[in-house]
Nanobody
Framework: VQLQAYGGGSVQAGESLRLSCTASGYIFRIPTMGWYRRFPGKERELVATLGDDGSANYQDSVKGRFTISRDSAKNTVYLQMNALKPEDTAVYYC???????????????WGQGTLVTVSS
């Protein structure tokens, strides 16, 4: 199983970006999909996660500005980022837990990072 992320870029403060991440492979179920970010010199931190039961979890600093959603038919998770701030500048990573069609549970599969740059 693997994840492919899209949608990073450079914007001005206050603008919006949407990230997407598509999973592929022999997938039976994806219990959780999410987004993390890494600031230079820092550890990766959670931005938002979304369970296949619809339960969402957000980091406090993005609540009200970012929205996570998923299209289960496409095995894709989205992160709509509105009212972006310079402090949102980071490399964003998608992640997911999988159950494969052979019944194997694989946790914390990571996609490649995508850079989001917000200038003031």
């Amino acid at each position: 199983v693997q994840l492919q992320a899209y949608g990073g870029g450079s914007v001005q403060a206050g603008e919006s970006l949407r990230l997407s991440c598509t999973a592929s492979g022999y997938i039976f179920r994806i219990p959780t999909m999410g987004w993390y970010r890494r600031f230079p010199g820092k550890e990766r931190e959670l931005v938002a996660t979304l369970g296949d039961d619809g339960s969402a979890n957000y980091q406090d600093s993005v609540k009200g500005r970012f929205t996570i959603s998923r299209d289960s038919a496409k095995n894709t998770v989205y992160l709509q980022m509105n009212a972006l701030k310079p402090e949102d500048t980071a490399v964003y990573y998608c992640s997911a837990d999988f159950t494969t069609i052979s019944g194997e549970y694989i946790s914390h599969v990571w996609g490649q990072g995508t850079l989001v740059t917000v200038s003031s």
